[in-house]
């Protein structure tokens, strides 16, 4: 099993920056693809971006050309850039691991765009 901790999340203005990061332990060596995802109270929860083994990248169309997913295997951290915050990018941000057993999800980290 594969254990998820987020972190990096805040307020900040819109234009401004962040970086969300996320710490795998556990079964590691099975993961094949991790991401993010984001949900605001009573809505969904929306995918956000993808990276997999092979450092392959997709992103939401909402995010693609501000946001940008990265991972440093060895420390087994995934991470997510994001530029030009606006207001509509505010929910909590999950981090999740694929393997071919199960997904694996991080409690959430809050991401608030406001003046």
């Known amino acids: 099993q594969v254990q998820l901790v987020e972190s990096g999340g805040g307020l900040v203005q819109p234009g401004g920056s962040l970086r969300l990061s996320c710490a795998a332990s556990g079964s590691t060596f099975s993961i094949y693809g991790m991401g993010w995802y984001r949900q605001v109270p009573g809505e969904q929860r929306d995918w956000v971006a993808t990276?997999?083994?092979?450092?392959?990248?997709n992103y939401a169309d909402s995010v693609k050309g501000r946001f940008t997913i990265s991972g440093d295997y060895n420390k087994n951290t995934v991470y997510l850039q994001m530029n030009r915050l606006r207001p509509e990018d505010t929910a909590v941000y999950y981090c999740?691991?694929?393997?071919?057993?199960?997904?694996?999800w991080g409690p959430g980290t809050q991401v608030t765009v406001a003046s």
């Open positions: 990276i997999t083994q092979r450092r392959s990248t």
């Open positions: 999740y691991a694929a393997t071919r057993a199960m997904t694996s």
